[in-house]
């Protein structure tokens, strides 16, 4: 996922997203357990779009509670 697909997303979506790739992430940790799978750098792609996907909900938590003050 790049950027600029993140960038585009409504918090609602963020968060919504976050928690799909949450479990997508789960699924294929424990299919590489079980046996391994096809594309074992699909999990590191993965968790780093959940980082990314984190980093802009914090991003965006941030400028809300600046906005605030």
């Known amino acids: 996922m790049k950027n600029s697909e ?3 997303l409504s918090t609602e979506e963020l968060t919504a ?7 997508n992430l789960t699924k294929l940790k424990f299919a590489h357990a079980v046996s ?3 594309n ?3 999990i590191t792609k993965v ?3 959940v ?5 802009e909900l914090a991003k965006r ?7 605030k003050e």
């Open 6 to 8: 993140i960038l585009g």
């Open 47 to 49: 968790r780093k779009d």
């Open 51 to 55: 980082a990314r996907l984190n980093t």
């Open 36 to 38: 391994a799978i096809e």
């Open 61 to 67: 938590k941030a400028a809300v509670t600046a906005g």
């Open 40 to 42: 074992p750098t699909r």
């Open 17 to 23: 997203r976050i928690g799909e790739e949450r479990n």
